[in-house]
């Protein structure tokens, strides 16, 4: 089972960037694909983006594609979702979540075996 724990959210303003980090605890860290899902209000979570156990693939949904960046570093068990040019409508609780097995990339709901506990993000017009 992996821990996680999300940081770096916070009210900005559309255009503006944020940086959200998650801490990972686990020994087997390294070997779990790793992802960034949301949740406004009122509507289902949703996938953001995805990173392999490597970190030499990703994936994004399509609505942040080319303006959100996720990465890892496996040595410090951290994962990373840089955000830029954000929007209203990437206001949204961000969760951390990690694959629910060794080489499973955690891109839908059925994939994830642990989240964290969500930070908030609010992007004002």
């Known amino acids: 089972q992996v821990q996680l724990v999300e940081s770096g959210g916070g009210l900005v303003q559309a255009g503006g960037s944020l940086r959200l980090s998650c801490a990972a605890s686990?020994?087997?860290?390294?070997?779990?694909?790793m992802g960034w899902f949301r949740q406004a209000p009122g509507k289902e979570r949703e996938f953001v983006a995805a990173?392999?156990?490597?970190?030499?693939?990703?994936y994004y949904a399509d609505s942040v594609k080319g303006r959100f960046t996720i990465s890892r570093d496996n040595a410090k068990n951290t994962v990373t979702l840089q955000m830029n040019s954000l929007k209203p409508e990437d206001t949204a609780v961000y969760y951390c979540?990690?694959?629910?097995?060794?080489?499973?990339?955690?891109?839908?709901?059925?994939?994830?075996?642990?989240w964290g506990q969500g930070t908030q993000v609010t992007v004002s017009s």
């Open positions: 979540a990690a694959s629910r097995a060794q080489g499973v990339i955690p891109r839908s709901l059925v994939t994830v075996g642990s």
């Open positions: 686990g020994r087997t860290f390294s070997n779990h694909g």
């Open positions: 990173i392999n156990w490597s970190g030499s693939s990703t």
